[in-house]
């Protein structure tokens, strides 16, 4: 049931593949092993007959597994896999994400950072699927009274009364209030490179709201707002900036777009002990002496734009929210203690940012993990809104995202497209497209028919990225000097800064020429 789930599927097909697919299950062993070694499998529907089938002695491999797109499930942003600082966003989407939990659909089930979970839907069963309860945006609502909750809700686009589904008897009638995505999910770019991921997917929200099998009777009132009606289009844009090492600054860039002229609300929830301004979790050790823990704790406004959560697990969240500006900001804490699923008697509680616009407009949020002994970046919104820029003592990043096709500028950065970044860092000098466009740093530019990245390896040498693909890519490199390729590369051509690159190939290094 639902996508954060925890149980033992890895390792049961890694022993239901050995013979007839050793690869596949080498590398899903390694994923077992590497979670722990579960041994639950779901509603125990094997009987108990998991604990005989599962062994731990079967051959693991560590798999190379990068960012990939599922395009019926999720899009999986990786970095640093199997590593002691490794990175993972699983953002549910795709044509079946909404079959069996609608409220899912556009959330991020999970985000690890730096080797610990700091993001997660909660783990239970069909109560805790509750939309109230995922990291995404959502129509403007309350949360309503559990016999609200508990009229109607929604399997697989079904829509069904409890009461007179009791009697074995379905009802067809309006879904007005079921499955908010409807099951309108579709990803409509993704790219990844070495330094930058990209992923948008669109959303459409047709009802009013999403419902659950099983409704949690013990939400707290939910931050007060003018409710909103349906339909609304939402569009997520992520953009996963990261480091060569996988210790190094990796973060996220969003940017939520929802068009339908109606209220709605940003959530994100994290796994903490408190969200406030970094002023009011600046003595961490307060903080954590103080801390609520298993406690349910009612909504409290929060001030400006900037907020921190202190995680459970060594690594905090700094949020800076570029957009929008001037409306309600709260946040709330909620768990539960858990009878059967996860593992009986198992308790969680995680902290919720809720973020509200009155209308039209762009959700546009910085979310950066930091291991707790390293300071917080400086953060500053750029470029008409559409530039997040992020520094420290490892450099300054300028993080580009754009509904459609725009120009922004930014101290010595421009960009043009929907998506791109600029990472001047101590670890060298990126700029990046993750989708066509064009981006320009100082005396270096990059323009593209997709996504591409070039590194400024030195004052001799560039490094052309291209994801992997059965697709040609022309790009337009600008550079100070003369430059030609390193190596004659098959297909591959340089004239006049007009690179050509024919499918399969993946990376070009050009070096210039005295």
Same mark, same amino acid.
């Given at each position: !049931?639902?996508?954060?789930? @925890?149980?033992?599927?890895?390792?049961?097909?890694?022993?239901?593949?050995?013979?007839?697919?050793?690869?596949?299950?080498?590398?899903?062993?390694?994923?077992?092993?590497?979670?722990?070694?579960?041994?639950?499998?779901?509603?125990?529907? %094997?009987?108990?007959?998991?604990?005989?089938?599962?062994?731990?002695?079967?051959?693991?491999?560590?798999?190379?597994?990068?960012?990939?797109?599922?395009?019926?499930?999720?899009? %999986?942003?990786?970095?640093?896999?199997?590593?002691?600082?490794?990175?993972?966003?699983?953002?549910?989407?795709?044509?079946?994400?909404?079959?069996?939990?609608?409220?899912?659909?556009?959330?991020?089930?999970?985000?690890?950072?730096?080797? =610990?979970?700091?993001?997660?839907?909660?783990?239970?069963?069909? !109560?805790?699927?509750?939309?109230?309860?995922?990291?995404?945006?959502?129509?403007?609502?309350?949360?309503?009274?559990?016999?609200?909750?508990? @009229?109607?809700?929604?399997?697989?686009?079904?829509?069904?009364?409890?009461?007179?589904?009791?009697?074995?008897?379905?009802?067809?009638?309006?879904?007005?209030?079921?499955?908010?995505?409807?099951?309108?999910?579709?990803?409509?770019?993704?790219?990844?490179?070495?330094?930058?991921?990209?992923?948008?997917?669109?959303?459409?929200?047709?009802?009013?709201?999403?419902?659950?099998?099983?409704?949690?009777?013990?939400?707290?009132?939910?931050?007060?707002?003018?409710?909103?009606?349906?339909?609304?289009?939402?569009? @997520?844009?992520?953009?996963?900036?990261?480091?060569?090492?996988?210790?190094?600054?990796?973060?996220?860039?969003?940017?939520?777009?929802?068009?339908?002229?109606? #209220?709605?609300?940003?959530?994100?929830?994290?796994?903490?002990?408190?969200?406030?301004?970094?002023?009011?979790?600046?003595?961490?050790?307060?903080?954590?002496?103080?801390?609520?823990?298993?406690?349910?704790?009612?909504?409290?406004?929060?001030?400006?734009?900037?907020?921190?959560?202190?995680?459970?697990?060594?690594?905090?969240?700094?949020?800076?929210?570029?957009?929008?500006?001037?409306?309600?900001?709260?946040?709330?804490?909620?768990?539960?203690?858990?009878?059967?699923?996860?593992?009986?008697?198992?308790?969680?509680?995680?902290?919720?940012?809720?973020?509200? %616009?009155?209308?039209?407009?762009?959700?546009? =949020?910085?979310?950066?993990?930091?291991?707790?002994?390293?300071?917080?970046?400086?953060?500053?919104?750029?470029?008409?809104?559409?530039?997040?820029?992020?520094?420290?003592?490892?450099?300054?990043?300028?993080?580009?995202?754009?509904?459609? #096709?725009?120009?922004?500028?930014?101290?010595?950065?421009?960009?043009?497209?929907?998506?791109?970044?600029?990472?001047?860092?101590?670890?060298?000098?990126?700029?990046?497209?993750?989708?066509?466009?064009?981006?320009?740093?100082?005396?270096?530019?990059?323009?593209?028919?997709?996504?591409?990245?070039? @590194?400024?390896?030195?004052?001799?040498?560039?490094?052309?990225?291209?994801?992997?693909?059965?697709?040609?890519?022309?790009?337009?490199?600008?550079?100070?000097?003369?430059?030609?390729?390193?190596?004659?590369?098959? !297909?591959?051509?340089?004239?006049?800064?007009?690179?050509?690159?024919?499918?399969? =190939?993946?990376? =070009?290094?050009?070096?210039?020429?005295?």
């Amino acid at each position: !049931g639902g996508a954060g789930n @925890r149980e033992s599927l890895a390792g049961v097909m890694a022993r239901a593949t050995l013979t007839s697919d050793p690869a596949y299950s080498r590398a899903l062993q390694w994923a077992w092993l590497h979670s722990g070694a579960p041994t639950l499998v779901h509603d125990s529907r %094997m009987g108990g007959l998991e604990y005989l089938y599962l062994d731990r002695t079967l051959p693991a491999a560590a798999p190379d597994w990068g960012s990939e797109v599922y395009p019926l499930s999720s899009v %999986m942003l990786r970095h640093g896999l199997g590593t002691s600082s490794e990175h993972q966003v699983n953002l549910v989407c795709g044509d079946f994400s909404h079959a069996i939990f609608p409220g899912e659909g556009g959330a991020f089930a999970g985000i690890w950072s730096y080797g =610990v979970p700091v993001s997660s839907s909660f783990a239970g069963g069909y !109560g805790e699927r509750d939309e109230l309860l995922m990291s995404e945006v959502l129509i403007a609502r309350d949360a309503g009274t559990i016999d609200d909750r508990k @009229r109607l809700i929604g399997y697989c686009g079904f829509p069904y009364n409890l009461e007179e589904s009791a009697t074995g008897k379905r009802v067809v009638q309006e879904t007005v209030e079921i499955g908010g995505r409807d099951g309108l999910i579709a990803v409509v770019a993704f790219s990844a490179l070495p330094r930058q991921d990209y992923a948008a997917v669109d959303i459409g929200m047709r009802y009013a709201r999403g419902a659950a099998w099983e409704p949690v009777q013990d939400l707290p009132a939910w931050p007060a707002a003018p409710k909103g009606t349906a339909p609304v289009d939402w569009r @997520r844009q992520a953009l996963f900036l990261k480091d060569d090492d996988p210790a190094g600054p990796a973060y996220l860039l969003l940017r939520d777009t929802v068009v339908g002229n109606q #209220p709605t609300m940003w959530q994100m929830w994290t796994i903490s002990e408190a969200v406030d301004t970094p002023d009011a979790v600046r003595d961490v050790a307060a903080v954590l002496a103080a801390k609520p823990g298993n406690t349910i704790r009612p909504a409290r406004e929060l001030k400006g734009d900037r907020f921190t959560a202190i995680g459970q697990f060594g690594v905090d969240v700094e949020y800076f929210i570029a957009s929008p500006a001037d409306t309600p900001r709260h946040t709330l804490r909620w768990g539960t203690r858990y009878g059967y699923s996860p593992v009986h008697g198992f308790e969680e509680y995680h902290d919720l940012l809720h973020v509200q %616009m009155p209308k039209d407009g762009a959700y546009f =949020v910085a979310v950066y993990p930091r291991p707790r002994e390293q300071p917080a970046p400086q953060f500053a919104t750029r470029g008409d809104g559409h530039v997040i820029t992020v520094s420290g003592a490892w450099g300054t990043d300028y993080g580009f995202l754009a509904f459609a #096709p725009t120009k922004a500028a930014a101290d010595d950065a421009s960009f043009d497209g929907t998506a791109g970044s600029v990472q001047d860092r101590k670890s060298g000098l990126v700029l990046c497209l993750g989708a066509p466009g064009a981006v320009r740093y100082r005396e270096y530019g990059l323009a593209a028919s997709g996504p591409a990245s070039l @590194r400024v390896r030195d004052a001799t040498s560039l490094v052309v990225t291209l994801p992997a693909g059965e697709r040609a890519h022309t790009l337009t490199i600008t550079a100070p000097g003369q430059w030609a390729l390193a190596l004659p590369m098959k !297909g591959v051509a340089f004239r006049t800064n007009i690179l050509t690159v024919p499918p399969g =190939v993946t990376a =070009v290094t050009l070096k210039q020429v005295r």
